[in-house]
């Protein structure tokens, strides 16, 4: 009996000792990888709408290569699907496909902002639409205690939820879609023709042939009329002399 209870301890002495060397040995897990922005919003759900133009336009890779590659972080405002139905009828199919890239675009941010980081952000804040200049692309961000405020120039919207943030990317639900100046803004009338260049009249030195005509039998005529009256005036004074 003492042999049995002394070889079974032995066993599990063995045992032990393996797991805790095999414990030992396993490598630690690795760490987790960069946000995706794709799933975050289809986790999140209501967004099909957001989701799919950022997939038709590729900015969904583009975004997903800048976490991958940037230390800056990105910040990204995703209208709900909600927000796209209180569109027009008929507003994104008139959008061509660069405008489509460029409507996500203004809805990123290529930097990271927390709720807090907005109280001290300069206006207009650029996107990755490009251009801040007045008629293109501007987006103001202010905040009022907790809540931040966007504002186009078309629309003004607030953050009503904060989807995701972990110090590099921040996405914020917004309850209207950020429409910018450049394609939704009203456009300067185009300018008028310029008016036609006068046309230049025609010489008028070279008389027409019928002019010339006239002109011929009218000197004709008065040839006529003079020869008539000095034969007159010759006969008077002849019959004078000769009486």
């Known amino acids: 009996m003492n042999h049995f209870l002394f070889s079974l301890s032995l066993i599990l002495l063995s045992l032990y000792q393996s797991t805790t060397t ?3 040995q396993a490598p630690p897990p690795g760490p ?3 946000p995706n922005i794709t799933k975050i919003l289809e986790k999140a759900g209501q967004f099909v709408v957001f989701l799919r133009l ?3 336009t590729q900015e969904s890779s583009q975004i997903n290569g800048q976490l991958n590659n940037s230390n800056d972080g990105m910040t990204v405002f995703a ?4 927000a796209f139905s209180s569109l027009q009828t008929g507003t994104l199919n008139s959008l061509s496909d660069s405008q489509k890239a460029a409507l996500v675009q203004f809805h990123v941010i290529p930097s990271f902002y927390s709720v807090s980081m907005f109280q001290t952000v300069s206006n207009p804040v650029r996107t990755q639409a490009g251009d801040t200049k007045p008629g293109q692309f501007p987006l103001n961000v202010t905040t009022s205690g907790n809540q931040v405020n966007l504002t186009t120039g078309i629309v003004n919207t607030t953050v009503v939820n904060t989807i995701y943030t972990d110090n590099q990317l921040a996405v914020y639900q917004i309850d209207k879609v950020l429409l910018p100046l ?3 803004g009203p456009h300067p009338p185009a300018p008028a023709p310029a008016p036609a260049a006068p046309k230049k009249k025609r010489a008028t030195a070279a008389a027409s042939p019928g002019s010339a005509d006239a002109d011929a039998s009218g000197g004709v005529r008065v040839g006529v009329r003079v020869y008539l009256c000095g ?3 010759l006969s008077l004074i002849a019959g ?3 009486s």
């Open 182 to 184: 450049s394609i939704f």
């Open 22 to 24: 095999t414990l030992a």
């Open 32 to 34: 987790s990888g960069p």
């Open 240 to 242: 004078f002399v000769w």
């Open 54 to 56: 950022m997939t038709t």
């Open 231 to 233: 034969m007159t005036i």
């Open 79 to 82: 209208p709900s699907d909600s």
